[in-house]
Each structure stands twice: as structure tokens, then as C-alpha cells.
């Protein structure tokens, strides 16, 4: 069997061609991003009032002790820009997907059955893994969190000035987005684990054997990411520890595959090789 018979085209394409599909491709991703970004600016301050909630549960919550809060905006374009990034990060996630399937479109047709049928769960497993990052940042850490920043107010009195929070605008916005990117990337790792060890780069043994210093890493990388206290750099560290772990999993996963695809191709070999002899 020729590489073109197992090839999903059966030809070769020439760089031309690639080049032609190539720019088809990214125009159909832009096309995609700017009518998410679009629709997106529309519900642009629905958007934002989402992100904002947590912290004004939170915040209503007290509302009874210190009156009404409220976030500030202290550059006339401040608001505007904001909504325009809320818009780009949004219309970005809900493109993920045309984004995803455009790169496959490009890519499978120089793939392998083999390939392609291990290639598309990855695919299809990012933007999942992406979302539960950001749902677990959103629902579980922001109220957490917040509610530990606003610990730190003081009522003021007795020739005291009081200490309240006048956040602004595009200030949580960026803390936000931060917190979500770094939540959404960090759950990406049991994708690229399971890619490196089907290549080859890592085995499920080395990774076993230097857990302890991938643990000390991830609070590292814990510490760069989320804001200055314990409880945020706790709730991103366990959930990258307990994915480190499931990636070793699911190396050994792909070790038994590559083993008995192995064993396999030697059965078969040995065969062929039995039948000529007696032929």
C-alpha cells in the first residue's frame, strides 16, 4: 500500500494548491470571528454584567451595611474599549470551534486513518476542557476570591479614614480574562501530555518518576498566574495536580495501544513470513 492509497485524497496536492486552500481556510476563521465579535458587541454590556456578577452578589449581599457599590471608569474611552475587548473574548470562544474545525479540514487530508481517528478527539476534547476552566475560575474561585479581597475594607471611624473598593472597569476586566486564560490553558494539559507521549517525546514512567517536581512547578506557575493569596493559587494548583495525574493516566492509555499495535504488526509479519516459507 502506497502512501497515497492510505492518504483520505489519494493525491498530493501541489504547494500552490496548499497555499490557495490555506488562505480559504483563515478567511472562513476571520469571516467567523468577526461575526461572533460583532454579535458579541451587541450584547457587549449583558456580557460584561455577566463577568461582573460574582462580584456583585457579593456586593449586594452588603449593600445593607455600606449602601449602594459601584465600578468606576476614570477615561472617557475606558467603557468603550472594555466592551470592545468583552466582545473580541467572547466572539474568540464561540469561533473556537469553526477555528478547530477549518484547522482539521486543512490538515486531514494529509493524514492517515490512523492519524485522523487520533487526532480528532483532541480536537473536539480543547475547547471542552477550555470551558470547564473557565466555568470552574467563574462559579468556584470569583466568589471565593473576591470575597477575600473585600475582607481586607475597613468601616473607617474614630479618625480613621474607612477603606472601600472603587474598582474600575477595565481593571477587573483584565484580572478577569487573566484568571479565565490561565484557568481554560491549564486544563489543556492532559491533550498535550497525550500528544507527547504518542510521539514519543514523554512516557508515562517519566512522568511518574517526576511528579514532585512538576507539583512544585504548578504552584509556580500558580503563583505567576493568579492574584497574590493562597485560596486562588490553591484552586489552580489542585485541579493542574489532578490533570497531571489523569495526563500519566492517559499516557499509559496510549503505551498499551502503541504496544499491542506493535505486537500486532509482528504477528502479521511473522505470518507472511510463515506463509512464504511453506509456499
Not at 465600578?71 to 474611552?77: G, H, K, M
Not at 492509555?253 to 511473522?270: C, I
Amino acid at each position: 500500500m502506497t502512501v497515497a492509497d492510505d492518504s483520505a485524497d489519494g493525491h498530493k496536492m501541489p504547494l500552490l494548491d496548499h497555499l490557495i486552500e490555506l488562505r480559504r481556510r483563515l478567511l472562513y476563521s476571520a469571516i467567523t470571528l468577526l461575526v461572533a465579535f460583532l454579535i458579541c458587541f451587541f450584547f457587549a454590556e449583558e456580557l460584561f454584567n455577566f463577568l461582573v456578577q460574582p462580584l456583585a452578589n457579593i456586593l449586594t449581599d452588603r449593600a445593607g451595611v455600606q449602601g449602594a457599590r459601584r465600578l468606576i471608569f476614570t477615561d472617557l474611552t475606558e467603557v468603550f474599549f472594555t466592551y470592545v475587548k468583552v466582545a473580541f473574548f467572547f466572539g474568540a470562544f464561540i469561533s473556537c470551534p469553526i477555528f478547530l474545525t477549518q484547522i482539521w479540514l486543512f490538515v486531514a487530508p494529509g493524514l492517515y486513518k490512523n492519524e485522523k481517528s487520533a487526532l480528532a478527539p483532541f480536537l473536539a476534547a480543547s475547547p471542552a476542557l477550555f470551558f470547564a476552566g473557565g466555568a470552574l475560575v467563574y462559579f468556584v474561585l470569583f466568589p471565593l476570591a473576591w470575597e477575600f479581597f473585600l475582607s481586607f475594607e475597613t468601616p473607617g471611624g474614630n479618625g480613621t479614614l474607612p477603606i472601600e473598593l472603587e474598582a474600575k472597569v477595565n481593571e477587573y476586566l483584565s484580572l478577569v480574562m487573566k484568571l479565565i486564560f490561565a484557568f481554560g490553558l491549564s486544563f489543556q494539559l492532559p491533550i498535550i501530555m497525550t500528544l507527547m507521549a504518542r510521539v514519543g517525546l514523554i512516557t508515562s514512567k517519566g512522568m511518574a518518576a517526576k511528579r514532585k517536581y512538576a507539583i512544585v512547578g504548578v504552584f509556580i506557575i500558580a503563583a505567576i498566574f493568579t492574584p497574590p493569596d493562597p485560596l486562588s493559587q490553591i484552586s489552580l494548583a489542585v485541579p493542574i495536580i489532578l490533570l497531571y495525574e489523569i495526563s500519566i493516566y492517559m499516557a499509559k492509555l496510549v503505551e498499551k495501544k502503541k504496544a499491542k499495535a506493535a505486537k500486532d504488526d509482528n504477528e502479521a509479519d511473522d505470518d507472511t513470513g510463515s506463509d512464504l516459507t511453506e509456499s
